[in-house]
Nanobody, 124 residues
């Protein structure tokens, strides 16, 4: 399968910046989409930003103009630069990826994987 490992969360004051990173590893054949979701206490998990293999991006309205998602296809990594952070950005952020992997010699299967989550806390 494919594993995702995140890094970069932490505590920051409102107006500050943080950068999240996520690296995919395993028997990867190709990764189609990579993205970031977040889940605040008592709320459902929501999409923050997604980037395709062709580097097209899509953002939640709440983060447009403040967050930037980027990707390195050669390294199978995705990053999220978060600027002008607000207290309402406080959540656990999860990396997500989907694509195909080598499930057996000469055989590929679909995957969709999640990272373990990293806490982002923005104080007012």
């Amino acid at each position: 399968q494919v594993q995702l490992v995140e890094s970069g969360g932490g505590l920051v004051q409102a107006g500050g910046s943080l950068r999240l990173s996520c690296a995919a590893s395993g028997s990867i054949f190709s990764i189609k989409n990579m993205g970031w979701y977040r889940q605040a206490p008592g709320k459902q998990r929501e999409l923050v930003a997604v980037i395709t293999s062709g580097l097209s991006t899509n953002y939640a309205d709440s983060v447009k103009g403040r967050f930037t998602i980027s990707r390195d296809n050669a390294k199978n990594t995705v990053s999220l630069q978060m600027n002008s952070l607000k207290p309402e950005d406080t959540a656990v952020y999860y990396c997500n990826a989907d694509g195909t992997y080598y499930s057996a010699p000469y055989y590929v299967s679909d995957f969709r994987s999640w990272g373990q989550g990293t806490q982002v806390t923005v104080s007012s």
